[in-house]
């Protein structure tokens, strides 16, 4: 009876932690930054699309590919 | 190393970078297209347009940068003199390409890369071809 309770409660902890696997798979990664500043210091400014100066920055760079397109 | 032969080496090592040109002081200085086998060309006439795109996105990136570091408690905002002082890099992506600008001794390098590259080693190639090119300079002004 007390080695039935002992495999019982080891099932139980490995179903809570194969689901706590399985929830840490299915959720989704962070979305890539849109624009990613690096500064001097060694740290970042992440902007997601959508934030304020993605949009005009985003329109900067594609000026900016297109001139470096056509440089040979 | 001149930087033509530089901007070479980067597109043989570098499986992300598609194009690539330097910019120094409002010039262009060594540019290579993607899939030309590296082959670095002399500045041609769309030189003053890409210099004037690349310091639009790059002035606007650093009052970002400021901005942001602003909200942040500001402390990003000690010691900057001017718009771009604290501003290494930008990393712009353009859903079909990225677009990196890299700024290091008042030159700036920018690529344009594959979607989604692997951006340390992009930003450790490029900032290794701009000391390849100027070798002196780059000795002289890393930090120990």
Known sequence: MRLRSVVLAGLAVAATAAAVVARRRRRPSPPAPAVLLGLTDGSTVRLAAGEPSVADLRARASEARAALEAVR | ?144
């Open chain 2, 1 to 144: 190393m001149t930087v033509a032969e530089a901007v070479r080496d980067l597109l043989a090592v570098s499986t992300d970078i598609r194009q690539v040109i330097v910019v120094d002081h409002g010039a262009v200085l060594g540019a290579a297209p993607g899939g030309d086998d590296g082959a670095a060309d002399a500045p041609g006439r769309d030189d003053v347009r890409v210099v004037a795109a690349v310091d639009g996105l790059w002035q606007m990136a650093a009052l970002t940068a400021r901005l942001e570091s602003a909200a942040d408690g500001g402390a990003h905002l000690e010691g900057v003199t001017d718009c771009g002082a604290n501003l290494e890099h930008v990393v712009v992506d353009l859903d079909d390409a990225t677009l990196i600008v890299l700024e290091a001794g008042g030159r700036h390098i920018v690529a344009l890369t594959a979607p989604d590259p692997a951006l340390g080693l992009a930003l450790f190639d490029l900032r290794t071809c701009l000391a390849d090119a100027f070798p002196d300079e780059s000795a002289a002004g890393e930090p120990v």
